[in-house]
């Protein structure tokens, strides 16, 4: 009997493979950006109702833990995991993040020039 191959399962993506702002392929008709290093917009742009993933990577679990309250606090459908798709150890997914995931990038890229030495994230997100 041969094994069940999972094809929907999110190849993990290797540090150097981060390219921001360009477009790649994740098969089964998903599209990714990278809009940070730690933050990745997928879409699956050819159905007829358009859908988004946000991915955003921690490489610590109490950082993203803390981060899941903000977020919960504003309505939004998430998941946190060990990383299947970012190349940092852990992964909060964001289901149909609309302008979520463009406003934790930009804070993601102030933070990175403003403070290297803290990778953590303090926004308020307004829904």
């Not at 993203?64 to 977020?71: C, H, L, P, Q, V």
């Not at 998941?79 to 299947?84: A, I, M, P, Q, V």
Request: charge should be positive; include cysteine.
């Amino acid at each position: 009997m041969k094994p069940i191959l999972n094809h929907h399962k999110p190849k993990r993506i290797r540090p150097d493979q981060v390219r921001v702002g360009r477009f790649f392929s994740l098969q089964q008709g998903r599209v990714g950006q990278f809009l940070s290093p730690r933050v990745l917009l997928v879409r699956k742009p050819f159905q007829h109702q358009v859908v988004e993933r946000c991915y955003f990577g921690f490489d610590s679990l109490y950082q993203a833990w803390k981060f899941t309250e903000k977020i919960a606090h504003n309505g939004c459908y998430f998941r946190l995991d060990r990383s299947r798709v970012m190349p940092q150890r852990y992964e909060i997914e964001i289901f149909n993040p609309g302008e979520i995931a463009r406003l934790l990038a930009f804070w993601d890229r102030h933070e990175a020039h403003s403070t290297p030495s803290d990778t953590s994230i303090n926004v308020s997100i307004v829904a």
